[in-house]
């Protein structure tokens, strides 16, 4: 299986400051890899698709980068909603794998 | 609107049997793959099933190939999970998921239902 492996695990900012977050996968997927958010007791929210193309209604702060093994997850300017944890997943295999998770706190 | 409603969870003894469900609304459903995610508490996401739009194709995490079975009817909008010979690590919160991509491809997750607890203890 392809291991995802996010950095850092946890991580606490302020808000307006800018943040990025790294995901590498264990071998090359291309540009198969997405991201989510998701807030305590709910859902994981889909925010960015194949590696950098943005969600519908998803705010422009958000954006992602990457391809083969080494993607970012940035927030521009952190607002108070946007604390929260945040995946990668890959869809390069049939066997879908998540990384562990970062989990973004109030400073 | 578009939505995905879990339901089915519940407590069982380790070994026990249990079927969840998802019912779909607003979206063609026929056209597209779906998906079982699961969350134990406190811990991250973990993918477990993938059925094809058509139901044809199907895949499984190795933590529950052979004990869980995916399907669905497209006529009444449903996906289901079989679960059977369920351990106390099955124990999470199950969420069902529409895949975005094509009908046989495996993509990102763009609808999530509001998931449901499955509780593994004697």
């Given at each position: 299986d392809i291991q995802m492996t996010q950095s850092p695990s946890s991580l606490s900012a302020s808000v307006g400051d800018r943040v990025t977050i790294t995901c590498r996968a264990s071998?090359?997927?291309?540009?198969y890899l997405n991201w989510y958010q998701q807030k305590p007791g709910k859902a994981p929210k889909l925010l960015?698709?194949?590696?950098?193309s943005l969600q519908s209604g998803?705010?422009?702060r958000f954006s992602g980068s990457g391809s083969g093994t080494d993607f970012t997850l940035t927030i521009s300017s952190l607002q108070p909603e946007d604390f929260a944890t945040y995946y990668c997943q890959q869809s390069?295999?049939?066997?879908v794998t998540f990384g562990q998770g970062t989990r973004l706190e109030i400073k | 609107q578009v939505q995905l409603v879990e339901s089915g969870g519940g407590v069982v003894q380790p070994g026990g049997s249990l079927r969840l469900s998802c019912a779909a609304s607003?979206?063609?459903?026929?056209s597209y793959g779906m998906h079982w995610v699961r969350q134990a508490p406190g811990k991250g996401l973990e993918w477990v099933a993938f059925i094809r739009y058509d139901g044809s194709n199907k895949y499984y995490a190795d933590s529950v190939k052979g004990r869980f079975t995916i399907s669905r009817d497209n006529s009444k909008n449903t996906l289901y999970l079989q679960m059977n010979?369920?351990?106390?690590?099955?124990?999470a919160v199950y969420y069902c998921a529409k895949d975005?991509?094509?009908?046989?491809s495996i993509d990102a997750f763009d609808i999530w239902g509001q998931g449901t607890m499955v509780t593994v203890s004697s």
């Open positions: 071998q090359s997927i291309s540009s960015i698709y194949a590696a950098s998803v705010p422009s390069y295999s049939t066997q | 607003g979206f063609t459903f026929s010979s369920l351990r106390a690590e099955d124990t975005r991509g094509g009908p046989g």
